[in-house]
């Protein structure tokens, strides 16, 4: 089980960091990865994070203003998120899969939480 939090109201130009908390499963071996949805589009990758701390990014675009991070002593991953607009605004998802890189589908996913950036 995976359960996000920390999202919420934040300015443009602000900060947030999610967690990804993870319930029932080692995360010593998993890829996690986040998405996003904003209202009326499709579901967007975001990065992910492979369990040797190998990053990828889904959105090049994101590349500097949001960074993955994991903490495995408590099977928890993060997503830091800077210099925030308008246009993040949407629910973050997190996603796992049993494997030593990151793919493209998960097998494990949270429940999202809502990050709105007003102008």
């Known amino acids: 089980q995976l359960v996000e939090s920390g999202g919420g109201l934040a300015q443009s130009g602000g900060s947030l960091t999610l967690s990804c908390a993870a319930s029932?499963?080692?995360?010593?071996?998993?890829?996690v990865a986040w998405f996003r949805q904003a209202p009326g589009k499709a579901r967007e990758g975001v990065s992910c994070i492979s369990p040797d701390n190998r990053v990828t990014y889904y959105t090049d675009s994101l590349k500097g203003r949001f960074a993955p991070s994991r903490n495995n002593d408590i099977d928890t991953w993060y997503l830091r998120m800077s210099s925030l607009g308008p246009e993040d605004t949407a629910v973050y998802y997190c996603?796992?899969?049993?494997?030593?890189?990151?793919?493209?589908?998960?097998?494990?996913w949270g429940q999202g939480t809502q990050v709105t950036i007003s102008a």
């Open positions: 029932g499963i080692n995360s010593n071996y998993y890829a």
């Open positions: 996603a796992a899969r049993l494997l030593s890189y990151c793919p493209y589908d998960f097998d494990y």
